[in-house]
Every structure is written in structure tokens, then in C-alpha cells.
């Protein structure tokens, strides 16, 4: 499969699973409190910097886009889905929601003050994930931050593994591999929060939450 024909896959998915992912996801982050501990600090850590736009990549029908606009955050949200970008926008008045590549983010270099991708860079293929987490980091100024969530390995002999997402093919990854393309692209570790198996009740999966900031030029 091309990058192309993925990213039409994807598309397709979502937009054919609106509604019930709309239904799903907003419940399933309010309702885990560990989901929301790196979210609170990112944004602290942009309004100590004294603030500026952020991007919400893969966001969705924009509920954590809310989530940081009501933490005092200049969010906007970036989505594949045409059918999310609209149930953002209905359930966001006046907020800026584009349909959009992650991997191909229509904002110029350095323009940003921190880039969050929550549990969206799990639909990027291994061979593609560089090229993707270079494109976040592009768009951050330095001293910005990036926050990237993801399910998780936690087998050291492995980079990255499929998995049966409900939506559409998906990838879980080593936070080490994530953290070492990170600091490739010009961005290093702050923390990381890894929450144990156990606390996944579908699939028994570690969860990543990978706090970066974009080193000065």
C-alpha cells in the first residue's frame, strides 16, 4: 500500500466511523485521569513560555483541542477526516479546526508554540514515522513543546508492532524508538509517562506519553 492509498484508507475509516468514535473517545479521555497528567503539563509548560498557537494533530472531534483551550491555550485541530473536522467545529463554535495530513502540516517552520499528537501517530506506518515526528517537530519554535501519546511495546527486541485497532491499521512503538526520532528531529526528552498494562481494559497495552522540547537552532 502506497502512503497515498494509507492515508485514503484512514480517511475512509474515520469518516465511516464518526459518530461512534465521536461517542467513544470523548467518554474514554475524560473518564482516565493518567491520560490527562501530560496534557495538564504541556500546557503549563506553554503558558509559562508565554503562549502562542498550538496544533492539535489527529484531533479528532477536537475534545482535547477544548480540553487546552479551557487550560488557557491557543489550540486549534488538524484532522484526516473531513467528517471529524465538521463534528469538531459543530461542537467547538469559533474554534479553528483544518482538514489536514500531520505528515504534511500546512503552517510554516518554527511558527508554533508546542505541537500535541495524542494517540494519532499510531496510524503512521514504521517506514513513514521519521519522516512524521520530523514534520511535527518542523512546525515548533525552539523551545517549544511536543507532546506525543501512543500505545506502547514493551518488548526491547521490537521498534514498532500492528495491531487490531477498531478504526483503522494501526502501530504501537517503543517510546525509546519515539524519543530517539524525536531527538533526530531536533527535539529532546523532558519526561515520559508510561502507564502499565493492567490499566488498558481492551487490550493490555502499556501507554506512552512523550514530552519533548524543540532544542534552539
Not at 479528532?60 to 473536522?85: C, E, K, N
Not at 483503522?168 to 525509546?176: K, L
Request: glycine share 10%.
Amino acid at each position: 500500500m502506497t502512503s497515498c492509498e494509507h492515508l485514503a484508507t484512514v480517511r475512509t475509516d474515520y469518516d465511516g466511523m464518526a459518530d461512534a468514535y465521536t461517542a467513544f473517545i470523548g467518554e474514554a479521555f475524560a473518564d482516565r485521569p493518567l491520560n490527562h497528567v501530560m496534557v495538564q503539563a504541556f500546557a503549563d509548560l506553554v503558558r509559562q513560555a508565554g503562549g502562542g498557537l498550538v496544533a492539535d494533530v489527529g484531533c479528532g472531534p477536537g475534545h482535547v483541542t477544548a480540553y487546552l483551550r479551557d487550560r488557557g491555550v491557543d489550540a486549534f485541530g488538524v484532522d484526516l477526516s473531513p467528517q471529524l473536522v465538521a463534528t469538531a467545529r459543530a461542537a467547538n463554535p469559533g474554534v479553528r479546526f483544518d482538514v489536514g495530513d500531520m505528515g504534511a502540516l500546512e503552517v510554516a517552520s518554527g511558527s508554533l508554540a508546542g505541537v500535541l499528537a495524542n494517540y494519532s501517530i499510531i496510524h503512521t506506518p514504521p517506514d513513514a514515522l521519521p519522516a512524521t515526528l520530523a514534520e511535527l517537530s518542523r512546525v515548533v519554535a525552539p523551545g517549544g513543546h511536543l507532546l506525543v501519546a501512543f500505545q506502547a511495546l514493551d518488548d526491547v527486541g521490537l521498534t514498532a508492532e500492528h495491531f487490531d485497532h477498531r478504526v483503522s491499521p494501526a502501530w504501537r512503538y517503543s517510546p525509546d524508538h519515539v524519543t530517539g526520532l524525536l531527538a533526530d528531529s531536533g527535539a529532546d526528552e523532558v519526561a515520559r509517562l508510561v502507564v502499565a498494562p493492567a490499566e488498558d481494559p481492551v487490550r493490555g497495552f502499556p501507554q506512552a506519553h512523550l514530552l519533548a522540547r524543540k532544542r534552539a537552532a
